[in-house]
């Protein structure tokens, strides 16, 4: 199997839209605690280029995606850092503590 230049040599992790709940976080996190729920953005930036260092992380020339050869994704049982290999960051973006359900009667705009 082929992914762009990536040759699939052995069985992947699909998976990158994630959300789950924190486990444990280092000394040195503060606003994160362990039961917090989260989303994780699939994308892994290296936070040392000109876009990264601008904010525009999403233009990143060596930008990773879970579930995107080399990267496994996101349907294992649990994810961190040594799983992407060296990082700097994983952005994790807080959810509402309670899951929220669209009622039957909400619309969303699926095309135009």
């Avoid at 729920?37 to 876009?51: F, K, L, M, T």
């Avoid at 992380?57 to 060296?86: R, W």
Wanted: hydrophobic fraction near 40%; proline fraction near 7%.
């Amino acid at each position: 199997m082929r992914c762009a230049d990536f040759i699939v040599k052995e069985p992947m992790v699909i998976g990158h839209e994630c959300a789950g709940i924190i486990e444990e976080v280092g000394s040195q996190v503060q606003s994160l605690v362990p039961g917090d729920r989260v989303a994780i953005e699939p994308g892994i930036s290296c936070w040392r280029c000109d876009h990264c260092k601008l904010g525009r992380y999403n233009l990143c020339p060596e930008m990773k995606f879970f579930a995107t050869p080399p990267v496994h994704g996101s349907l294992a049982n649990q994810k961190n850092a040594t799983d992407i290999g060296e990082i700097a960051v994983v952005i994790l973006l807080r959810t509402p503590q309670k899951p929220f359900i669209l009622q039957s009667q909400s619309r969303l705009l699926t095309a135009i």
